[in-house]
C-alpha cells in the first residue's frame, strides 16, 4: 500500500540549531516526493520537490531509496521556519493525487 | 497572482443540513481536489476531478459528494451534514502535466453542531 509517515507530530528546536524533519515512505515504483509547508495563517504551499533537487528557504531533501524516506534538513533554523511541514507522494499514473503524511509542527525557538 | 479562492474561511451547520463548498480557480487548470485536513491525520483526498464533469473518488469520499459544471468550478457537497465532518476542507488545483505542483486554497473551517 502507497503511505507517507511522518513519525513526529511536533518538533521544537532553539534558533541555529539543525533541522531534520522525518517522512518515510511505501511505495513500489519509482517515487515522487514532495514537501509542503503551511505557516501560520497562510495557505499551503509546496517548498520543494526532490526531483529538482533544490534548495529553497536554505532547505534540502535527499531521496533515500535504499531507506525509503525523504527527510527535510536545514543546517540553521531560524524563526520565521515555524510552520506545519507535510511530506507528500505522488501516486504514479492517477493523474497527479498526492498522498500526505500526518504533518510535522516545527517551533523554532528564540 | 494566480489564485484558488474558496467561497467561505468558515462555515457553522446544523447536524442534517445540506453544505455546499465552493472552490474557484482561475488559472485554466484542469485538475482539482477536495483534501480535509485534520491534526494528525494530515490531508486526506475526498474527490478528485480531472476534467469538466468527471471525477473519481478519493480516500474518503463517504457522506460527500462533488460537481464540476464548469472547468474553473469545483464543488463539495455534504448531502447531510454530520458532526465528524467538522473539519479544515481545502481546495486545490494543478495543471494535468504538471509535475504535481498543487496550487491551494486558504481553506473553509466547517463546524457542524
Known amino acids: 500500500a502507497q503511505r507517507v509517515t511522518q513519525p513526529e507530530k511536533l518538533l521544537s528546536v532553539f534558533k541555529g540549531a539543525p533541522v531534520e524533519l522525518k517522512c518515510n515512505y511505501s511505495y513500489s515504483g519509482s517515487p515522487e516526493l514532495f514537501w509542503y509547508v503551511q505557516y501560520s495563517r497562510q495557505r499551503l504551499q509546496l517548498l520543494l520537490r526532490?526531483?529538482s533537487r533544490e534548495s529553497i528557504k536554505g532547505f534540502t531533501a535527499d531521496l533515500n531509496k535504499g531507506e525509503t524516506s525523504f527527510h527535510l534538513k536545514k543546517p540553521f533554523a531560524q524563526e520565521e521556519d515555524s510552520a506545519m511541514y507535510y511530506c507528500?507522494?505522488?501516486?504514479?499514473?492517477?493523474?497527479?493525487?498526492?498522498?500526505f503524511g500526518q504533518g510535522t509542527e516545527l517551533s523554532v525557538k528564540p | 497572482d494566480v489564485k484558488v479562492t474558496q467561497s467561505s474561511r468558515y462555515l457553522v451547520k446544523r447536524t442534517g443540513e445540506k453544505v455546499f463548498l465552493e472552490c474557484v480557480q482561475d488559472?485554466?487548470?484542469?485538475?482539482m481536489f477536495w483534501y480535509r485536513q485534520d491534526p494528525g491525520l494530515g490531508l486526506r483526498l475526498i474527490y478528485f476531478?480531472?476534467?469538466?464533469?468527471?471525477?473519481e473518488k478519493g480516500d474518503i469520499p463517504e457522506g460527500y459528494s462533488v460537481s464540476r459544471e464548469k472547468k474553473e468550478r469545483f464543488s463539495l457537497i455534504l448531502e447531510s451534514a454530520s458532526t465528524n465532518q467538522t473539519s479544515m476542507y481545502l481546495c486545490a488545483s494543478n495543471r494535468r502535466t504538471s509535475n504535481y505542483g498543487y496550487t491551494f486554497g486558504s481553506g473553509t473551517r466547517l463546524t457542524v453542531v
Open positions: 488559472m485554466d487548470h484542469e485538475n
Open positions: 526532490h526531483i
Open positions: 476531478s480531472y476534467d469538466v464533469k468527471m471525477k
Open positions: 507528500a507522494l505522488a501516486r504514479g499514473n492517477q493523474g497527479g493525487k498526492l498522498i
